[in-house]
């Protein structure tokens, strides 16, 4: 995405310098043709925006994944996403449209992409964002690749070489450094390559039956709730007694089971980044 923004950038730099200044004339613009480049103006930014709020949230996954499990920032992430999504698919007027066809498609798409978020999380804070992202931003070419037996789609000799010259360079930058070729962090970056590769190939399958609305929210709500449950062993509440507290005693688990609120209950948290104990 980031090089389709810059080749835009380019051609439109190009374009106006030899109208402007290598032979300059009196510009004249319809209305039709001022509208289309209204709209290619807002299609720029918009993509600035979307990688720059891309470029923030990985940011704050290199933070969070210092301090916090990696399933349980994937579960946040999902969380915090789902009340977006919702809001834009109910703004549209398409909530009729959530509703799943190929449901053990959805599934499958849901169990790679916790695989994958937990795999990316996991290699950023193992590695950095740099290495991280110079092995995961091949994924487009191992799409191209996996389309051929999974979609049957056809890549001619020219992108087969591209492909091999940019997963020539992956090899070329995973080692070896320090006498290794693989490190932990660059290990996790390639199954989150992988993940997100079959990822995106299945997505490509699920939109021959599916909406684009359902496919979104599915993707949030299944991460969500696959990370969510993964991460249960992970939430470790706090007595009174700064040991930790059994499950069977847990508010939220006795309210759930009974029906009715818990009151009058003291219950700790350790904070992940200063790990101390928050009682609530």
């Not at 706090?238 to 930790?244: A, F, L, Y």
Request: charged fraction near 15%; glycine fraction near 8%.
């Amino acid at each position: 995405s980031n090089l389709m923004v810059v080749a835009v950038l380019a051609g439109l730099g190009v374009a106006f310098f030899r109208r402007v200044i290598v032979r300059p004339r009196r510009l004249t613009l319809s209305r039709d043709g001022l509208r289309i480049l209204m709209l290619i103006a807002a299609f720029i930014v918009a993509m600035l925006v979307s990688v720059a709020c891309f470029s923030v949230m990985d940011a704050m996954l290199k933070l969070l994944s210092g301090h916090y499990p990696s399933l349980q920032v994937a579960f946040l992430r999902a969380a915090s996403s789902l009340p977006f999504v919702l809001a834009v698919i109910a703004i549209r007027g398409r909530l009729g449209r959530v509703r799943p066809v190929n449901l053990r498609l959805h599934l499958l798409r849901g169990a790679l992409s916790v695989l994958m978020l937990y795999s990316f999380i996991t290699a950023v804070r193992e590695s950095s964002l740099a290495t991280t992202y110079s092995i995961f931003m091949c994924a487009p070419l191992l799409v191209a690749a996996l389309s051929v037996p999974m979609l049957k789609e056809k890549v001619v000799s020219g992108q087969w070489f591209a492909i091999a010259v940019g997963l020539s360079g992956v090899l070329l930058m995973l080692g070896p450094v320090d006498g290794k070729w693989l490190s932990a962090g660059s290990l996790w970056a390639i199954v989150a390559l992988w993940t997100y590769a079959f990822a995106v190939v299945s997505l490509r399958l699920l939109s021959r039956t599916d909406t684009t609305e359902s496919m979104v929210l599915g993707f949030t709500l299944l991460l969500m709730i696959g990370a969510g449950l993964l991460a249960i062993p992970g939430w470790q509440a706090i007595d009174e007694d700064c040991t930790p507290l059994p499950r069977v005693r847990q508010p939220s688990l006795l309210a759930l089971a009974s029906g009715t609120p818990v009151l009058d209950t003291l219950m700790g948290i350790r904070h992940g980044a200063s790990g101390r104990i928050v009682w609530i």
